[in-house]
Nanobody
C-alpha cells in the first residue's frame, strides 16, 4: 500500500498559476510500475479525472477542461508527482487529489485550490 500526500494548493486569482505536489511514501510506487493521476472534487460535485501519466512519464492524458493549461510530471527517484496549473479559472476551484490511474490506493487528504475571479 502507498500513502499519498498532496500539497501546494492555495488561493490564486484567475489567470494565475500553482504547482501541486504528490508525495508517495510506504512501498516505493515505482516498484508497482503504476500510472499516476490527478483528480479533483468541487463542492457538490463528484470527483473527476484531471490528468494521468504513465510510469515512465512517456505518455500523459488530460481532461478536455484542462488541456493546454495543466502539465503532469513525475520523478520516480523522488516518489513525487506534480501538477503544474497555469491560466487558472474559477471553475478549477476544487480539492485536488492524486492516486494511481486506477484509483486503487487510499485517498490522501487532498489540497484545496481556490481561484478567485
Amino acid at each position: 500500500q502507498v500513502q499519498l500526500v498532496e500539497s501546494g494548493g492555495g488561493l490564486v486569482q484567475a489567470g494565475g498559476s500553482l504547482r501541486l505536489s504528490c508525495a508517495a511514501s510506504g512501498r516505493a510506487f515505482s516498484t508497482y510500475v503504476m500510472g499516476m493521476g490527478w483528480f479533483r472534487q468541487a463542492p457538490g460535485k463528484e470527483r473527476e479525472f484531471v490528468a494521468r501519466i504513465t510510469w515512465s512519464g512517456g505518455r500523459t492524458d488530460y481532461a478536455d477542461s484542462v488541456k493546454g493549461r495543466f502539465t503532469i510530471s513525475r520523478d520516480n527517484t523522488k516518489n513525487t508527482v506534480w501538477l503544474q496549473m497555469n491560466s487558472l479559472k474559477p471553475d478549477d476551484t476544487a480539492v485536488y487529489y492524486c492516486n494511481t490511474d486506477s484509483q486503487n490506493q487510499p485517498w490522501g487528504p487532498g489540497t484545496q485550490v481556490t481561484v478567485s475571479s
